[in-house]
């Protein structure tokens, strides 16, 4: 499956959910399902439910199907909680520390600087947005991306909070990835058992 390019809100309205990832923009105007009926629904299913928790993962991070659930069969393999472990393989993204430093407003913006190459790494330049960070990872952006009008507006929008895995230098336009990223450092509001059990029965 490709990656999602369409109507970002109503995704949100759909999904029941705000994904700070996919967009800044708020679906409070119309705070319930798009369509004619989207009002007046009310039984979902446990299936349902459950495949909506797995798409708030998929389109806040914006990964394909298949990209999601390797990283789901990669979690599952690894010590500890499937969950927590799927969590941290996200939000280790190159696209999504961007994103989280400040350098980037939404994790599309972000993966367009890196597809430019904006980033470095350790003084390598690194175009793939799907590269995994690991702890002590120095990431610069180059020279001409501070000077850029989106990354400006997006290091003067303070509404989302850096996490404190990442030590970030809005100035030099530096991260430096202190730590390994927690189950409370997600942004997404996300009910992460039921995206195991949507996996548990395919992988």
Known sequence: MSRYTGPRVRVMRALGAELPGLTRKKNERRPYPPGQHGQ?????SEYKLRLIEKQKLRMNYGVTERQLRNLMREATRAKGSPGVK???LLERRLDNVVFRAGFARTIPAARQLIRH???RIAGRRVDIPSFRVVRGHAI???KVAKKNVHVQAALADTSIERPA????DGEQGTIVVA????RDAVLVSVDIQKVVEHYAASL
């Open 117 to 119: 190459g904006f980033i």
């Open 165 to 168: 895995w990442l030590s970030v």
């Open 140 to 142: 610069q952006l180059i």
């Open 40 to 44: 007046a629904r009310k039984k979902v």
């Open 179 to 182: 730590a390994l990223p927690e």
């Open 86 to 88: 799927l969590l941290e």
